[in-house]
C-alpha cells in the first residue's frame, strides 16, 4: 500500500541519453513535486504541479521536463543527461495549502556515466 | 527569495548525549515543519509548528517555533542510534511549495 511510489529506484545510464522516471500517489492529492537531492544532502525543489498550474524552479535546466497524465502521476523526463544530474531525486506530494505534510516517493538515484 | 538554514551540517554525539539542531530563514514562516530522512530513505514528515513560541515534545524529540518566527529548533534527548539520519526544517516559500533547509546529518555513536 505504498502511498507515493517511484520508478526505477536506480537508475544508471550515459551522457546524453534521455531518461525518465516515473511517479505515482495513490494518496488522493492533488499537488507533486520533484526534488532533487545532491551528495550533500541538500533537498532543491524543482517542479511542483497541480492540474491547474506548473511551477518551475527556475534554477532548472530545460531539460527536465514534468509530465503528469492525470492527477495521481507526475513524471520527470530528463533530455541531453549530464554528468551533473547525477543525484536522487524524490518524488513528493501533498493537499494544496500553504504548508501541508508532503509525503515523499522512496527516490531514484540517477548516476550519469 | 526565501533562505532556510540549519546549523550543524553534521554532528556526531555518543549515545546517550543530547543533540540539537537549529533553523533560520530569511522570512517570517507561517509555519515550520521538520522531516527525518534515515541513510538510504526518504524525507519523513515528524510535525508541524504553527504558533509563535510553540512547543512540542514527542517521546525524547522537543520542537521549539521562535517568538519571532523565523527559527526554529529540534532537541533530542539521550539520543539513540535509532536517532541516526538527516533532520530538515522546511517552511512555506509560496500557497504550495515548501523550502527546505539545508539538514543537519546526525551521527550517533554505540
Known amino acids: 500500500d505504498t502511498a507515493v511510489s517511484q520508478t526505477p529506484k536506480y537508475l544508471v545510464t550515459q551522457m546524453g541519453n534521455d531518461k525518465s522516471i516515473k511517479c505515482e500517489q495513490n494518496?488522493?492529492?492533488?499537488?507533486m513535486y520533484w526534488y532533487k537531492q545532491d551528495s550533500k544532502k541538500f533537498l532543491k525543489i524543482m517542479f511542483s504541479?497541480?492540474?491547474?498550474?506548473?511551477?518551475i524552479n527556475e534554477t532548472v535546466p530545460n531539460r527536465f521536463s514534468p509530465k503528469s497524465p492525470d492527477k495521481a502521476h507526475l513524471n520527470l523526463h530528463i533530455n541531453s543527461l549530464e554528468l551533473g544530474d547525477s543525484a536522487v531525486y524524490f518524488c513528493?506530494?501533498?493537499?494544496?495549502?500553504?504548508?501541508?505534510?508532503?509525503?515523499f516517493g522512496p527516490g531514484t538515484r540517477l548516476t550519469v556515466l | 527569495g526565501q533562505q532556510v538554514m540549519q546549523i550543524p551540517q553534521y554532528q556526531h554525539v555518543q549515545e546517550g548525549e543530547d543533540f540539537t539542531t537549529y533553523c533560520n530563514s530569511s522570512?517570517?514562516?507561517?509555519?515550520i515543519q521538520w522531516y527525518k530522512q534515515r541513510p538510504g530513505g526518504h524525507p519523513v514528515f515528524l510535525i508541524q509548528l504553527v504558533k509563535s513560541g510553540e512547543v512540542k515534545k514527542q517521546k525524547r524529540l522537543t520542537f521549539q517555533f521562535g517568538e519571532a518566527k523565523k527559527n526554529s529548533s529540534l532537541h533530542i534527548t539521550a539520543t539513540q542510534t535509532t536517532d541516526v539520519g538527516t533532520y530538515f526544517c522546511?517552511?512555506?516559500?509560496?500557497?504550495?511549495?515548501?523550502?527546505f533547509g539545508s539538514g543537519t546529518q546526525l551521527t550517533v555513536l554505540p
Open positions: 513528493a506530494s501533498t493537499v494544496a495549502g500553504a504548508g501541508n505534510e508532503q509525503f
Open positions: 504541479y497541480n492540474n491547474k498550474e506548473l511551477i
Open positions: 522570512t517570517t514562516l507561517s509555519n
Open positions: 522546511a517552511g512555506p516559500s509560496s500557497a504550495r511549495q515548501l523550502t
Open positions: 494518496l488522493g492529492h492533488d499537488t
